[in-house]
T-cell receptor
Framework: EAQVTQNPRYLITVTGKKLTVTCSQN?????MSWYRQDPGLGLRQIYY???????DKGDVPEGYKVSRKEKRNFPLILESPSPNQTSLYFCASSPYRTSGRTFGPGTRLTVT | DQQVKQNSPSLSVQEGRISILNCDYT??????FLWYKKYPAEGPTFLISISSIKDKNEDGRFTVFLNKSAKHLSLHIVPSQPGDSAVYFCAALYNNNDMRFGAGTRLTVKP
């Protein structure tokens, strides 16, 4: 089945403890991106990648890192999480720039 | 700075009638627009898109209209069905991969 998977689906952590949310797609898509969803703000793009080793900042990149070493994987790294990063995170992929994104199921992160 | 705005947080329509969801944007550099639908506890699902060089795109019950001079787009759903009840997001794309979303409109279709 063509899909985007994210792990973990739920995570509760403490301020300052480094964490990684994994994202993987099995559709051989070029483009991948990360979003966070907050009430009243919709989805905001954190980082995106147009191909292996090519990444760029989105709307809200502060406090996040990404890497794209393989086409299928695009992990999101929070080096020192803070409570304002408590949010619902989505990973997405698409075959080309103007195609609709396929989204993962989401990761709900709580930072205390 | 919210570059894509959905000013109606919610919309309620009767089954079988037309649903019209609206979206405004501020930046004329956007070159592609998309609509997504989201059910609770799931990721958004792509619905329909339109290039900035077009003014209409149709796919079954869904039609998107783009008015570039007004920086406005709308999604029409005809006829509306109870299964269409969800949150709808419009999104706008720059010529890199930078995509901006609106805050969403919750559509409720009543039987």
């Amino acid at each position: 089945e063509a899909q985007v998977t994210q792990n973990p689906r739920y995570l509760i952590t403490v301020t300052g403890k480094k964490l990684t949310v994994t994202c993987s797609q099995n559709m051989n898509h070029e483009y991948m991106s990360w979003y966070r969803q907050d009430p009243g703000l919709g989805l905001r793009q954190i980082y995106y990648s147009m191909n292996v080793e090519v990444t760029d900042k989105g709307d809200v990149p502060e406090g996040y890192k990404v890497s794209r070493k393989e086409k299928r994987n695009f992990p999101l790294i929070l080096e020192s999480p803070s409570p304002n990063q408590t949010s619902l995170y989505f990973c997405a992929s698409s075959p080309y720039r103007t195609s609709g994104r396929t989204f993962g199921p989401g990761t709900r992160l709580t930072v205390t | 700075d919210q570059q894509v705005k959905q000013n109606s947080p919610s919309l309620s329509v009767q089954e079988g009638r037309i649903s019209i969801l609206n979206c405004d944007y501020t930046n004329s550099m956007f070159d592609y627009f998309l609509w997504y639908k989201k059910y609770p506890a799931e990721g958004p699902t792509f619905l329909i898109s339109i290039s900035s060089i077009k003014d209409k795109n149709e796919d079954g019950r869904f039609t998107v209209f783009l008015n570039k001079s007004a920086k406005h787009l709308s999604l029409h759903i005809v006829p509306s069905q109870p299964g269409d009840s969800a949150v709808y997001f419009c999104a706008a794309l720059y010529n890199n991969n930078d995509m901006r979303f609106g805050a969403g409109t919750r559509l409720t279709v009543k039987p």
